[in-house]
């Protein structure tokens, strides 16, 4: 008998939301101290796992959202719904509570 693989499941938001991971922040400072974590700062930068379609317009047209997949974003600190899916923590985001795209 063949063996079970375990299948991922895919995340595909809708409208105007995405899917990120959060980036990890520095565990220590840059003069050597280390953070612990009941001092560390909701993370506010992530990478994007998935991206919706876009919001529909008041005209019916839909509105496609400027971000791919793999872009490295800056969001609001508090912003989004944390979730656990397949041992992974995400967190979705509406489209206006993306500050900026990092770029490097």
């Given amino acids: 008998m063949p063996a079970k693989t375990a299948s991922k499941t895919e995340i595909q938001p ?9 980036l990890k922040q520095e565990e220590e400072t840059a003069s050597g101290i280390i953070i612990p974590d009941t001092v560390k700062e909701k993370p506010q930068q992530g990478e994007v796992v998935a991206v919706g379609p876009g919001k529909v317009d008041d005209g019916g047209k839909r509105v496609a959202i400027d971000l791919s997949r793999g872009d490295r974003i800056l969001y609001a600190k508090y912003a989004g719904t944390e979730i656990k ?18 770029v490097s």
């Fill in 85 to 102: 899916l397949d041992g992974t923590d995400y967190i979705v985001l509406n489209e206006k509570d993306i500050l900026a795209r990092l």
């Fill in 14 to 22: 809708l409208g105007d939301r995405i899917v990120v991971t959060a």
